[in-house]
Structures are given as structure tokens and as C-alpha cells.
């Protein structure tokens, strides 16, 4: 009993690589149909009627001005002054929160901005920079190489700031 299952397996086994060898499953292109053996048989390419298609985002100048606060469920919050006119950056204030892990600050007195495009970017002495990109209706206000900037390790938790543009919301 115990050989006859033991066969089966190795069966079903011996099957199932046989099948996946067959079916030209693996990572090298099948070159069987072709006449010199070369390289793949041109084949039309499958209709992709009625399946959406991405579009590239317009790149348009960055707008935004607002000021807003934020907090979560587990006690993360802050705040936000940001005022931005045609990718040229006029105010720029965050304060972030961190429980058990510490606070981080930005000021603008202590940025200079380095980019206008594709995305706003602005630097400190210190290495931080602070990057703003628009996607859809959100604003995006991430933070990198920000240490000098945080309390305790508040800098590990730090996440981007997103602003609703419509409504100058934030989270």
C-alpha cells in the first residue's frame, strides 16, 4: 500500500515538471517557431479594447497655499504653513510630533530652493531636503536626510505631509 502511494507520487511528480516543460513556462523565449531558430515568430499583438489607458500627469507649475494641523489615533499630529506660487516657494513652516519618539521643525529661514521641476525642492545646510510634487488632487510634502532637524529618534517615524489641494486639508 504504502509502495503504491509512493509511486503515485513520484507519478504525479514526474508529471507535473513534464508539464511545465512542455507548456514553455520558462524564462528563456521560445524559438521553435521560427526559420532560422533565432529569435520568436512577430505575432499580432492582443487587442486591449475596452481596458482603461494611463495617461502621463500634465507637468504644470506647483501651486498651493495653505495652512492646516493634523492628528491621528495614536497621537501623531502637526502642523503645516506652506505657500507655493508658480513652483517658487514663498513660506514654508511644518512642526511634527512624534509620541515616545520625539519632535521635527522646518522653517523656511533655514532652506534655500534648489529645484522648480519636475518636482519643488528645497535644501538646508544641514543635508535635509524637503521635496513637494503634486498628484492628482494631493500634495505631497516628504522629508530626507531630516536628523538635524528631529528630536530623539522622531526622524525614523517621520512621514510625508499630504495636503487635499482643493480643500487645504492635511494629513
Not at 506647483?62 to 491621528?72: E, G, R
Not at 522648480?116 to 535644501?123: D, G, M, N, R
Not at 524637503?130 to 529618534?153: K, L, Y
Amino acid at each position: 500500500m504504502i509502495g503504491h502511494r509512493i509511486r503515485l507520487s513520484v507519478l504525479a511528480l514526474s508529471l507535473s515538471v513534464g508539464g511545465c516543460a512542455m507548456l514553455g513556462g520558462g524564462p528563456w523565449p521560445d524559438t521553435s517557431g521560427t526559420r532560422d531558430g533565432t529569435g520568436p515568430v512577430a505575432s499580432p499583438e492582443p487587442s486591449d479594447r475596452g481596458k482603461p489607458r494611463l495617461r502621463p500627469m500634465k507637468v504644470r507649475p506647483l501651486d498651493v497655499a495653505t495652512t492646516c494641523s493634523f492628528k491621528d489615533e495614536t497621537g501623531y499630529k502637526g502642523n503645516a504653513r506652506v505657500s507655493v506660487r508658480q513652483a517658487r516657494v514663498e513660506d514654508f513652516s511644518a512642526h511634527v510630533d512624534i509620541p515616545r519618539r520625539g519632535s521635527c521643525n522646518f522653517e523656511m529661514a533655514e532652506f534655500r530652493q534648489v529645484k522648480t521641476a519636475p518636482h519643488v525642492e528645497l535644501a538646508a545646510a544641514s543635508g535635509c531636503k524637503v521635496r513637494m510634487w503634486e498628484q492628482g488632487r494631493q500634495i505631497t510634502v516628504a522629508f530626507a536626510d531630516c536628523r538635524a532637524n528631529c528630536s530623539g529618534t522622531a526622524v525614523d517615524y517621520l512621514w510625508p505631509i499630504l495636503i487635499d489641494a482643493p480643500s487645504g486639508r492635511c494629513d
